[in-house]
């Protein structure tokens, strides 16, 4: 039988489409893994993240979201050309409001257009969204206000009425092309990720990010409430997972566990971090042997983390250069939702800074002497890191 060796091109230019393969310069790079080490991660996405990622559970966890919803338009712009066609997008920011008139004036996040909107009208059109890069480890920077309507013909009619109300003349016409090109991208739940109902609001739900560092936070329902008095429920991007839990302990564990996993990935330099973690960082943690187990050295992580939590957004936003103080979600921001979006930050840089507090250092002795290095690493590296070629 003939023996099947596994290899990549590396290309040494650029190939378009119409390119031939003997006008490319290249190189093959052959592997140190075998064939069936080499398509094992191909079988392990079809026969586990693939087709059973429904069946996935924790224990503790009351039901895990493999991602969030879908908001389109949420912001202006984009790293693809796809998305840097000029729309209002449904965030946005109330710079100034008319207590006398009870007129709100508001301005889409990314686009310099000014409207006045009764305000007793818009309260009631309005949800908090959580897109990713507002994910740090135990900390979320902000929630964005965004305009909602749960059907997509009602929402469409409501952007025309905010937007095109009192325009006249070229400005119509104008604002008139932005508003078609938006409803072409038009997409939004019928119903909010996080609903302003009992049940909803009095759980803790565990977030993080699905794409390369999968850094965790939680928001609790001390949160949930508070935004459920400003506005109607809580959209979270479709690039997030989201655990929820009736316990704090539990949820403060988990969230806990996965930066801890997102820091043993990085500092060992295990590799490049998978582009598409979605729910591959629970089966590392699975794997590892971390579930919730209701041991004592877990809930010393617990506890720990709830300190932790405490303090590390304010660590979060200072390195952001934002206030320390600042809210995590305000209905007349003043332009503030406009500033925090310009700003970001790549999440390795955060991560140096809250690993070295002394908070931290705690937890992670706490899992050193209770999880097993080699079973950590060899599910990091099957489950959320690339494989490296020889």
Known sequence: MSEVKCGSLKLAGD????SHLNDIRYEV???????????????????????????????????????????????????????REPVIPLAFSIVHYDEIADKLTITPIGLDLKTKVVGGMLVHHIAFYLPLPSIYPFAITRFYKILYAGDATKLANLL???????????????VERLLTTTLKKLKIPQNPTIQCIGG??????????????????????????????????????????????????PALYYST???????????????????????????ALIEAGLEWREEEWQYEVAKLS??????????????????????????????????????????????????????????????????????????????VVERRQA
């Open 15 to 18: 190939a378009g489409k119409d």
């Open 29 to 83: 790079l052959m592997s140190q893994h075998s064939f069936a080490e080499t398509v094992k991660p191909v079988e392990d996405y079809f026969r586990g993240a693939g087709l059973e990622k429904r069946r996935l559970s924790l224990r503790s966890i009351d039901v895990i979201h493999s991602e969030g919803d879908i908001v389109s338009p949420a912001f202006t712009g984009g790293p693809t050309a796809s998305v």
């Open 160 to 174: 025309r009425t905010v937007y095109l109300t009192g325009r006249d003349g070229g400005e119509y016409k104008a």
């Open 200 to 249: 909803q609001q009095r759980k803790y739900y565990i977030v993080y990010r699905c794409q390369r560092s999968f850094s965790s936070a939680i928001i609790e329902p001390g949160v949930v409430d508070y935004l459920c008095r400003m506005g109607n429920g809580i959209i979270i991007d479709h690039h997030v997972v989201i655990l929820e839990a009736s316990r704090e302990e």
């Open 257 to 283: 566990a996965l930066n801890y996993l997102l820091y043993k990935a990085v500092n060992l330099n295990l590799g490049a971090l998978i582009r598409n973690q979605f729910t591959r960082p629970l089966r």
């Open 306 to 383: 709830k300190v932790l939590t405490n303090i590390s957004r304010s660590h979060v936003l200072r390195q952001l250069g934002l206030p320390g103080d600042l809210a995590i979600a305000e209905l007349v921001d003043r332009g503030m939702d406009i500033k925090v979006k310009q700003v970001s930050e790549r999440v390795e840089s955060i991560l140096k800074t809250l690993f070295k507090l002394s908070e931290w250092r705690r937890i992670v002795k706490t899992f050193e002497e209770n999880v097993a290095e080699r079973r950590l690493v060899e599910s990091l590296t099957r489950w």
